[in-house]
């Protein structure tokens, strides 16, 4: 993780409120993730808990699943949840405590050890996303996202594209991101676009801008190991910030 994080380009003097991070294996995304956390590594102190959306790829399910236990296990030590916010969650219509739907998933666990090196063992609301709409989503959201609450949604980009084809649509996902155009973010262009798209929403309705910080895919990170190009899968790194903070572009 540390190496990771160390290896991501700076971006100075952006001080993000939402993350989107990848979450394939190690191998491939873990580059790409490093550019996304290293945005708040060393940034704790601002945060007292993290929301953390991801797919459901394994069980189908209408709405948002938090988990019934109270902490995830993890190389680095147990991760609380954080039981006040999952209370408040559970008043909301579209959201159960069910713990099916994270037994074998993947696209939040992976995230964790990331978020253990960047903030410390700040407590964590996992959600795991089935169909929702993005207004739902954002509903969600709304409920604890508070000015101490940093939000991560957990996304790969497009899947078994040949390189140069997947480097066009996974640059046109980005320019809809960073734009919050919601309806071009598909889920054959996004395998976290329900949780994606409901960001968006939130960001616009709190006013905030979306910033690429890195965008490769398979064929860059695993190239001359496990990955040909023929057939690769896109990641992203994302940050979300007030737009009131001075302009890098």
């Given at each position: 993780?540390?190496d990771?994080?160390?290896?991501?380009?700076?971006v100075?003097?952006?001080?993000?409120?939402?993350l989107?991070?990848?979450?394939?294996?190690?191998?491939?995304?873990?580059?790409?993730?490093?550019?996304?956390?290293?945005?708040?590594?060393g940034?704790?102190?601002?945060?007292?808990?993290?929301?953390?959306?991801?797919?459901?790829?394994y069980?189908?399910?209408?709405?948002?699943?938090?988990?019934?236990?109270e902490?995830?296990?993890?190389?680095?030590?147990?991760?609380?949840?954080?039981?006040?916010?999952?209370r408040?969650?559970?008043?909301?219509?579209?959201?159960?405590?069910?713990?099916?739907?994270?037994?074998?998933?993947?696209?939040?666990?992976?995230?964790?050890?990331?978020?253990?090196?960047?903030?410390?063992?700040?407590?964590?609301l996992?959600?795991?996303?089935?169909?929702?709409?993005?207004?739902?989503?954002?509903?969600?959201?709304?409920?604890?996202?508070?000015?101490?609450?940093?939000?991560?949604?957990?996304?790969?980009?497009?899947?078994?594209?040949?390189?140069?084809?997947?480097?066009?649509?996974?640059?046109?996902?980005?320019?809809?991101?960073?734009?919050?155009?919601?309806?071009?973010?598909?889920?054959?262009?996004?395998?976290?676009?329900?949780?994606?798209?409901?960001l968006?929403?939130?960001?616009?309705?709190?006013?905030?801008?979306?910033?690429?910080?890195?965008?490769?895919?398979?064929?860059?990170?695993?190239?001359?190991?496990?990955?040909?190009?023929?057939?690769?899968?896109?990641y992203?790194?994302?940050?979300?910030?007030?737009?009131?903070?001075?302009?890098?572009?």
């Open positions: 993780m540390r990771f994080l160390e290896a991501a380009p700076p100075p003097d952006f001080a993000p409120v939402a989107v991070a990848p979450h394939a294996g190690y191998v491939y995304s873990g580059p790409v993730a490093g550019s996304a956390y290293a945005l708040v590594r940034t704790a102190a601002t945060f007292r808990r993290v929301v953390l959306l991801g797919p459901s790829h069980v189908p399910f209408r709405g948002l699943a938090l988990p019934e236990c902490a995830f296990s993890t190389p680095l030590g147990e991760h609380a949840v954080d039981a006040g916010g999952a408040e969650l559970s008043a909301h219509p579209a959201v159960r405590r069910w713990a099916r739907p994270h037994g074998d998933e993947h696209s939040l666990e992976v995230q964790i050890p990331f978020l253990r090196v960047a903030l410390g063992a700040l407590p964590i996992p959600l795991v996303t089935g169909d929702a709409r993005p207004e739902e989503v954002a509903d969600v959201l709304d409920l604890v996202w508070t000015a101490d609450t940093l939000v991560v949604v957990s996304s790969d980009l497009s899947h078994y594209l040949p390189y140069q084809e997947a480097r066009r649509v996974d640059a046109d996902t980005a320019a809809a991101v960073e734009s919050l155009d919601i309806d071009a973010v598909a889920p054959h262009r996004a395998c976290g676009a329900v949780a994606l798209r409901g968006m929403v939130a960001a616009r309705r709190r006013g905030l801008e979306a910033r690429c910080v890195d965008l490769r895919s398979s064929g860059d990170t695993a190239s001359g190991r496990h990955g040909p190009r023929g057939r690769v899968v896109g992203g790194a994302f940050g979300f910030r007030e737009r009131e903070t001075a302009d890098l572009h």
